[in-house]
Nanobody, 124 residues
Framework: QVQLVESGGGLVQAGGSLRLSCATSGRTISMYALGWFRQAPGKEREFVAAISWRGDSSNYADSVKGRFTISRDNAKNTVYLQMNGLKPEDTGVYYC?????????????????WGQGTQVTVSS
């Protein structure tokens, strides 16, 4: 069992930055691909970014490429999402996800564990 707890969300103006963190506990996270998904009001949850269990590959949604960076620190059992150049359309609840022995190509059916989410609101 893996527990995922997100933090770092908040309200920011367009063009600003936030860094989300996802602290994990339970089984060692080094065996898991880790990713971020988000859900905007009235929309389905969508993929944002992911990093493989080896940490040697990462993947991003086209809408965030060049603005967001995912990273992991296995020693701290934490995965991060650095978000720069935020836009109002980035608003939503951001969820951390874990996929055992996964690659950076995480899809929702592959996710083994989910966090509870953290709200990100970008004002125009």
């Amino acid at each position: 069992q893996v527990q995922l707890v997100e933090s770092g969300g908040g309200l920011v103006q367009a063009g600003g930055s936030l860094r989300l963190s996802c602290a994990t506990s339970g089984r060692t996270i080094s065996m898991y691909a880790l990713g971020w998904f988000r859900q905007a009001p009235g929309k389905e949850r969508e993929f944002v970014a992911a990093i493989s269990w080896r940490g040697d590959s990462s993947n991003y949604a086209d809408s965030v490429k060049g603005r967001f960076t995912i990273s992991r620190d296995n020693a701290k059992n934490t995965v991060y999402l650095q978000m720069n150049g935020l836009k109002p359309e980035d608003t939503g609840v951001y969820y951390c996800a874990a996929d055992l022995w996964g690659t950076s190509d995480i899809t929702q059916p592959k996710v083994d564990f989910w966090g509870q989410g953290t709200q990100v609101t970008v004002s125009s």
